[in-house]
């Protein structure tokens, strides 16, 4: 069976601090692979996505960028942390066709930059 | 554009009634629908989703939705709600064209069933 992991589970950073958020599946093989951000308990902002190594696209300009140095590894950057920053990450991986099959989610990292 | 509307913040109801959480959509395209939900401090869990067929859609725990196009549609229902149903629901969209390629996501209903 499929698993995903993601590490750390918590994390305190001071703002101007870099960040590295790391995201890894098991069980599978060329997952479509998601990183979310949700501040507030509420909804959740796509971050970047990737359906094959190499294959990064944003949705959001900022201070974030992720990579996927292998099939079913992705990794959330940040060379300098801000405030607004802080928030619940989520990694998340399907297969197939991303607009037809479902996203199976990862437990989180709770982020705080302070 | 795609986008997906939860016009309930919160829902409120009591065990063992039934339940409904709202979800309306816009697309261009045939819509693919889901539901998620989420537990405190949990990542998401998928319940259902709508591709094709039957506009009834049976998922896990006892949640089914129905799909309505012409209403432009996708409630979450559950005939007798339990306490433990209480946790944040959201509804996503995607169609596969016209830029809809990942699906998106509502801003969640908050959902608490009363003793």
């Known amino acids: 069976s499929q698993t995903i992991h993601q590490w750390p589970a918590t994390l305190v950073q001071p703002v101007g601090s870099p960040l590295s958020l790391e995201c890894t599946v098991e069980g599978t093989s060329n997952p479509n692979l998601y990183w979310y951000r949700q501040a507030a308990g509420r909804g959740l902002q796509l971050l970047f996505y990737s359906v094959g190594i190499g294959q990064i696209s944003s949705e959001v300009p900022q201070n974030l960028s992720a990579s996927r140095p292998q099939d079913r590894q992705f990794i959330l950057s940040s060379k300098k942390l801000l405030l607004s920053d802080s928030g619940f990450y989520l990694c998340?991986?399907?297969?197939?066709?991303?607009?037809?099959?479902?996203?199976?989610f990862g437990p989180g990292t709770r982020l705080t930059v302070l | 554009a795609q986008s997906v509307a939860q016009p309930e913040d919160q829902v409120n109801v009591a065990e063992g009634n039934p339940l409904t959480v709202k979800c309306t959509y816009s697309v261009s395209g045939n819509p693919y629908l889901f539901w998620y939900v989420q537990y405190p401090n949990r990542g998401l869990q998928f319940l259902l989703k709508?591709?094709?067929?039957?506009?009834l859609v049976k998922g896990s725990y006892g949640f089914e939705a129905e799909f309505n196009k012409s209403q432009t549609s996708f409630h979450l229902k559950k005939p007798s709600a339990l306490v433990s149903d209480s946790a944040l629901y959201f509804c996503a969209v995607s169609s596969g064209s016209g830029g809809s390629y990942i699906p998106t996501f509502g801003r969640g209903t908050s959902l608490i069933v009363h003793p």
């Open positions: 709508y591709i094709t067929g039957d506009n």
């Open positions: 998340a991986w399907s297969d197939g066709e991303p607009y037809r099959n479902e996203q199976f």
